[in-house]
């Protein structure tokens, strides 16, 4: 069975950092592709990064772009999220997403997320 | 990249069929027909419902179905039950630059 634990979550002020790390198993981590996704609590999805199978493409949402890293330890089938830079609006439930198979287009596993708050 | 249209809300009884709609802006969903949807319950993770614009994943109900017409995708549930009440989120991929969700569909179960 898939996992995705995700944790990291903190309060912080505007301006802080922050690292979210995605504890995964179940699956052969180093098959698939990565993604953060994000969720304002009572509002919409949306997708902040993903990550190629072997961390050689990243690819960020134009709101987190120069601010936010992402990364992988296909060693320790973990996912991270590198915030730096962080503003009020960054607040919500960071969610860590596994994408199918040799694709981009979609997210077949979530964890149940951390909670980010940028106070 | 602009986030994809869907209405705000849609009611039905239990039994009956509803669709939803997810219009995009530009040439994502009609160039890639690669759409997907989730199904979100309150307080819960965002679960796969549909892929690849009208496949299914194993274990989901066959009483959830996609399609695409033009530059939108549609999700139909038809057979309406209590449990279905949810969150409807549609999901794009144009390039991996250009992810895109819509604003999410409210479906309530009368």
């Known amino acids: 069975e898939v996992q995705l634990v995700e944790s990291g979550g903190i309060v912080v002020q505007p301006g802080g950092s922050l690292r979210l790390s995605c504890a995964a198993s179940?699956?052969?981590?180093?098959?698939?592709?990565m993604h953060w996704v994000r969720q304002v609590p009572g509002r919409g999805l949306e997708w902040v990064s993903l990550i190629s199978w072997n961390g050689g493409a990243k690819f960020y949402a134009e709101s987190v772009k120069g601010r936010f890293t992402i990364s992988r330890d296909n060693t320790k089938n973990s996912l991270f999220l590198q915030m730096n830079s962080l503003r009020t609006e960054d607040t919500a439930l960071y969610y860590c997403a596994k994408g199918p198979r040799n694709s981009y287009a979609s997210f077949d596993s979530w964890g149940q997320g951390t909670l980010v708050s940028v106070s | 990249q602009s986030a994809l249209t869907q209405p705000a809300s849609v009611s039905a009884s239990p039994g009956q069929s509803i669709t939803i709609s997810c219009t995009g802006s530009g040439s994502d969903v009609w160039t890639y027909n690669l759409v997907s949807w989730y199904q979100q319950h309150p307080g819960k993770a965002p679960k796969l419902i549909i892929y690849?614009?009208?496949k299914r994943p194993s274990g989901v109900s066959n009483r959830f179905s996609g399609s695409k017409s033009g530059n939108t995708a549609s999700l139909t549930i038809s057979g309406l039950q209590a449990e279905d009440e949810a969150d409807y989120y549609c999901y794009s991929y144009a390039d991996p630059s250009s992810l895109v969700f819509g604003r999410g569909t409210k479906l309530t179960v009368l």
């Open positions: 179940g699956f052969t981590f180093d098959d698939y592709a």
């Open positions: 690849e614009g009208t």
